[in-house]
């Protein structure tokens, strides 16, 4: 899921980003409400995590901004206004969910999820493509064999990749493509990135024997196809 953080406060914002590229997430982190709004026109995100008073342009600016391009983005507004009147602003703005700071991460993650759960077409809480799932709770992948369901351990990275590849199963997906979707704004990997992330998840599959599931379609990129049940 990539989620767009507004959070000018260095040391916070920082711990945010990596609790939410823990949990498998791709976070593009802006630190005013004006490079927030040049993100949110250039990618599609699924949540948005807004800091209320912000350089710039505001976070209940932005949400407004936002809201008036009809666009339905689940927001959670940060921010250390705590009356009941602050949160009917933030709310009435267009926010989704409030959370006052201080705060802990355990809080901040646990809101995210409802969010999630009250819109489900962001995520469902688990992904089944033929005889794969992904596990959005735990943040496990698992393959189903006759014996049953076996967990296999992915790093954030090879979860990401299969997440997409299912989300795209028999669909031919470029390198662009994977780029754009999980590599954060500004990121500048190296130019071989994704064919080497892309063998390290295949290695990783063919000790199950599923490596064969993803095709290298040469000149056009690759193609993910899952199959019923594996022997």
Same mark, same amino acid.
């Given at each position: 899921? &990539?989620?767009?953080?507004?959070?000018?406060? @260095?040391?916070?914002?920082? /711990?945010?980003?990596?609790?939410?590229?823990?949990?498998?997430?791709?976070?593009?982190?802006?630190?005013?409400?004006?490079? /927030?709004?040049? $993100?949110?026109? #250039?990618?599609?995100?699924?949540?948005?995590?807004?800091?209320?008073?912000?350089?710039?342009?505001? +976070?209940?600016?932005? !949400?407004?901004? !936002?809201?008036?391009?009809?666009?339905?983005?689940?927001?959670?507004?940060? %921010?250390?206004?705590?009356?009941?009147?602050?949160? !009917?602003?933030?709310?009435?703005?267009? /926010?989704?969910? $409030? #959370?006052?700071?201080?705060?802990?991460? @355990?809080?901040?993650?646990?809101?995210? &999820?409802?969010? *999630?759960?009250?819109? @489900?077409?962001?995520?469902?809480?688990?992904? =089944?493509?033929?005889? #794969?799932?992904?596990?959005?709770? %735990?943040? %496990?992948?698992?393959?189903?064999?006759?014996? +049953?369901?076996? =967990?296999?351990?992915?790093?954030?990275?090879?979860?990401?990749?299969?997440?997409?590849?299912?989300?795209?199963?028999?669909?031919?997906?470029?390198?662009? *493509?994977?780029?754009? &979707?999980?590599?954060?704004?500004?990121?500048?990997?190296?130019?071989?990135?994704?064919? /080497?992330? !892309?063998?390290? #998840?295949?290695?990783?599959?063919?000790?199950?024997?599923?490596?064969?599931?993803?095709?290298?379609? $040469?000149?056009?990129? $690759? &193609?993910? =196809?899952?199959?019923?049940?594996?022997?």
């Amino acid at each position: 899921m &990539r989620i767009l953080l507004v959070e000018d406060e @260095p040391d916070l914002g920082a /711990a945010i980003k990596q609790s939410l590229n823990n949990n498998n997430h791709v976070v593009d982190w802006a630190l005013d409400g004006f490079d /927030a709004w040049d $993100y949110f026109k #250039l990618k599609e995100y699924h949540l948005g995590i807004f800091d209320w008073l912000l350089p710039g342009l505001s +976070g209940i600016e932005l !949400i407004k901004k !936002i809201r008036q391009q009809q666009k339905s983005l689940p927001i959670l507004m940060l %921010t250390a206004k705590d009356s009941m009147d602050d949160k !009917i602003v933030g709310l009435d703005a267009g /926010a989704d969910d $409030y #959370l006052v700071k201080p705060f802990d991460m @355990p809080e901040l993650l646990a809101r995210l &999820r409802a969010l *999630q759960r009250r819109t @489900p077409q962001i995520q469902p809480q688990r992904l =089944q493509v033929g005889n #794969l799932s992904l596990d959005y709770g %735990t943040n %496990t992948f698992w393959l189903q064999e006759e014996s +049953g369901e076996i =967990q296999v351990l992915l790093t954030k990275k090879e979860f990401q990749l299969l997440e997409y590849f299912m989300q795209h199963s028999n669909q031919i997906v470029t390198s662009e *493509q994977l780029l754009e &979707r999980l590599w954060e704004f500004g990121a500048e990997p190296p130019s071989n990135v994704v064919a /080497a992330q !892309i063998c390290l #998840l295949r290695r990783k599959l063919a000790k199950y024997g599923c490596d064969e599931m993803l095709e290298t379609v $040469y000149g056009l990129g $690759y &193609r993910f =196809q899952p199959v019923s049940s594996v022997k």
